[in-house]
Structures are given as C-alpha cells and as structure tokens.
C-alpha cells in the first residue's frame, strides 16, 4: 500500500471511474479469497486475502483523495484536508503490521503441524487474482499521468507477481503433495506485507510530525536561494509537508536595505526557485535588511537586543 493523492483537473473524473472499479473488484476478490482459503485450508490465500485489502485500502485513499483535495480551505482548516488521508494511511498501515504479524505466527504454527491443503482450489482462485490485478494495472497505466499514480500501477504490478507466486504453490503442492509449500509462501507475502506498512507508517509519520520531507536538503534549499541576486543570507528556514505530496517553506531572508518595491523582485525569484526547482508552492519569506540573531526561534535585531541590554542596565543604575 502507498500513500496516494489523487489527480484534480480534466482527468479526474476518468481516473475516479477507473479507482471505483478497481475497488469493487478488489474487495470482491478479497472476499473470495478469504473465502476459499477457509475452504481450501490454505494459509497462503488467506495471506493473499490480507494482501488485498491492503491494496483495497491504497485505492480507497486514492479516491478519497480527489475529494478531500477538491475541498476548498477554510476558516477551520487553513491547510485544507490534504493529511486526513495521510492520517487514514496510518492507521491503516499499522492494522496491516499486526496482520502481517498473525500471518507470520500462523505460518511457523504450520510448519511444524503441516494442515493438507486443497491446491487445485488455490491455483484457482489465484489465477482469478492475476487477471484481475493485471487488469487494473493496465488501467491504471492509462491513467497514470502523474507519480502517485505511476506508483499505484508498480504496487498493483507487483501484486500480480504475488498471486502467480501461489500458482506456482499450488502447482508445487499437487505434484509433490509437500504442504509445507503453503506457510512459506504465506511467510514471504506476510514479508511483503510488513515491509510496505513500514514504509508507509515512516512515511505517514514524517509527515504527522511535520519533518522535512523526503528527497528535500535544507542545506541544497539554502544554497539555492542564497545563490539568488540581492539574497546576503537565508536563516530560520523550516521545510514541511501539508500532506503526501504537497511541501510548505517557511524563511527569513536578509537583503540590502532598499525599498519595498525593488525587493518584489528578489522574492518573485525566491519563489521561482522554489516551485521550479523543488515543487514547493506554499512559502512564507520575511525579509530582513539588518544582521539577526535567533532566540528561541524568533529572529530579534542584534542592534535592539544590544540596546534593550544597555537600557536595562541603565534602569538599574537609577
């Protein structure tokens, strides 16, 4: 499962379209599943099943995310609502470790109390499972005109490898009757599953704690805007993502002491850098044309911390 935001514009309602089906048939499949591995006895399309809904779940956010994203900010939510599927993901992600961990359990359990499984049933239910993951994959292919999507396609495209992995199970357990077959390969896609919900639950969390987003150097932001005609210094820069694929920038800049009007220049192309270079389209930049000191976070003139020094003296002397 990955953390996706939905595209908005023209496309939008063709990429719901494909989301929506796709999650119909996901959870059709899930259910199947489950219910075949009851029957069959075969812990790896149980594990199959919890897969799935891990997949379920990453569509699921996908689609919330057009309409969450499509919601205008308010008075309430400045930010608009950009991390309530980023808080979902979460949540979502770490329900998914403790199945992955029951999987894992389950599996050893059998390993060494072998259960006969029924390995025509799982071939299957699993051959279902790879037409109906390529199928989406496909589609989401075509759909696929920005990262978070592309990344949705690798994560259905990997799914599919998945389920032919319990073909080639379910061929391994027929001709050579060994049911260990089954809790191995529940162990690898239990494997799969915990590293993914890892992976998002860093992810969700960074995000949640307002880190510095991934694949973003303060030091290469700095250089880069101090790099900028008529920028002396950048300090008390703060980098943050609003959601999964969305960053605010938050600085203090100092420049020459000149007029208001000849420092629109030097923001316009703080700003260019900025959204060209790193995608960053929310800043907040206070220019500052004195030398600062940092207290606490708050940027004071070393001149009126100097002076209000001295006149505290004077006080005292009186």
Same mark, same amino acid.
């Given at each position: ?34 219910? @075949?591995? /009851?029957?069959?006895? %075969? #812990?790896?399309?149980?594990? !199959? =099943?919890? &897969?799935?809904? *891990?997949?379920?779940? +990453? ?34 992600? @770490?329900? /998914?470790?403790?199945? %992955? #961990?029951?999987?894992?359990? !389950? =599996?050893? &359990?059998?390993? *060494?109390?072998?259960? +006969? ?34 990344? @949705?396609? /690798? ?9 032919? =992995? ?56 700095? =250089? ?95």
């Amino acid at each position: 499962m990955h953390v996706h935001a939905a595209p908005t514009g023209p496309s939008a309602k063709r990429t719901q379209s494909v989301l929506r089906f796709s999650l119909v048939a996901t959870l059709a499949y899930v259910v199947v599943t489950f219910v @075949a591995g /009851l029957r069959a006895h %075969s #812990l790896a399309l149980l594990s !199959e =099943a919890g &897969h799935n809904v *891990s997949d379920f779940l +990453a569509l699921l956010l996908s689609l919330a995310a057009v309409y969450f994203q499509n919601r205008p900010a308010d008075s309430a939510r400045t930010f608009g609502y950009q991390r309530a599927g980023v808080l979902a993901a979460f949540l979502n992600a @770490a329900a /998914l470790i403790v199945i %992955s #961990l029951w999987i894992a359990v !389950e =599996a050893i &359990h059998r390993l *060494s109390q072998p259960v +006969a499984v029924h390995p025509k049933m799982m071939m299957y239910v699993a051959a279902a499972g790879v037409l109906m993951n390529g199928v989406i994959a496909a589609m989401l292919w075509g759909v696929a005109r920005d990262v978070n999507l592309r990344s @949705a396609f /690798l994560h259905m495209a990997g799914d599919t490898l998945s389920t032919a =992995a319990v073909i080639a199970g379910g061929i391994g357990i027929l001709y050579t009757g060994q049911n260990w077959i089954d809790p191995v390969l529940s162990l690898i896609i239990a494997a799969l599953i915990l590293w993914t919900s890892l992976e998002i639950v860093r992810e969700t969390l960074n995000i949640l704690l307002e880190g510095t987003p991934r694949g973003i150097s303060l030091g290469e932001i700095r =250089a880069a805007m101090q790099a900028v005609e008529g920028v002396i210094n950048v300090h008390d820069l703060h980098v943050w993502s609003l959601g999964s694929h969305s960053s605010a920038l938050a600085c203090h800049v100092t420049i020459a002491d000149i007029p208001p009007s000849a420092s629109a220049c030097i923001l316009a192309n703080l700003n260019h850098v900025l959204q060209d270079h790193y995608h960053i389209r929310h800043t907040t930049i206070q220019f500052e044309h004195i030398g600062c000191g940092e207290l606490e976070g708050c940027v004071v003139p070393m001149e009126e911390m100097a002076s209000g020094h001295a006149h505290s003296h004077h006080g005292h002397a009186h």
